[in-house]
C-alpha cells in the first residue's frame, strides 16, 4: 500500500519557523515527483513547492522564505518554513506522482497524505 504521511504542523508566532516532514511507505519518493500542497479555510488547495529529481520549484507566495528538500535514505520530503505569515495557516498535504512532469496542480498527484495544520498567529 502507498501512503504518505505528513508531520511537523504547529501553532508558530508570525515570523517564526517550522519544518514539516512527509514520510512514504509502500514506495521510494525519490523516483515520484513529491508536492506540498496547502489549504486554508474556505479556499481551494494550493501548490506551494514541488521537488522532482533535483529539480525544485516554488510558488511566489513562499519564494525566498520555504526549502523543499529530500533524504532518500530515510524516504522523507521535508518543507523548510521560515519568516512565517499569518496567510501561511492552514492544511498541509503532500502528495506524490510516478510521472516526474507536474507541478502546482492537484490533479498532476496521485496519492496524497492526510495533511498537518499550521497555524501562524500571535
Known amino acids: 500500500q502507498l501512503q504518505l504521511v505528513e508531520s511537523g504542523g504547529g501553532l508558530v508566532q508570525p515570523g517564526g519557523s517550522l519544518r514539516l516532514s512527509c514520510a512514504g511507505s509502500g514506495f521510494s519518493l525519490d523516483y515520484y515527483l513529491i508536492g506540498w500542497f496547502r489549504q486554508a479555510p474556505g479556499k481551494e488547495r494550493e501548490g506551494v513547492s514541488y521537488?522532482?529529481?533535483?529539480?525544485?520549484n516554488y510558488a511566489d507566495s513562499v519564494k525566498g522564505r520555504f526549502t523543499i528538500s529530500r533524504d532518500n535514505a530515510k524516504n522523507m520530503v521535508y518543507l523548510q518554513m521560515n519568516s512565517l505569515k499569518p496567510e501561511d495557516t492552514g492544511v498541509y498535504y503532500c502528495?506524490?506522482?510516478?510521472?516526474?512532469?507536474?507541478?502546482?496542480?492537484?490533479?498532476?498527484?496521485?496519492?496524497w497524505g492526510q495533511g498537518t495544520q499550521v497555524i501562524v498567529s500571535s
Open positions: 521537488i522532482s529529481g533535483t529539480t525544485t
Open positions: 502528495a506524490a506522482d510516478d510521472d516526474l512532469i507536474g507541478g502546482f496542480y492537484t490533479y498532476e498527484y496521485d496519492i
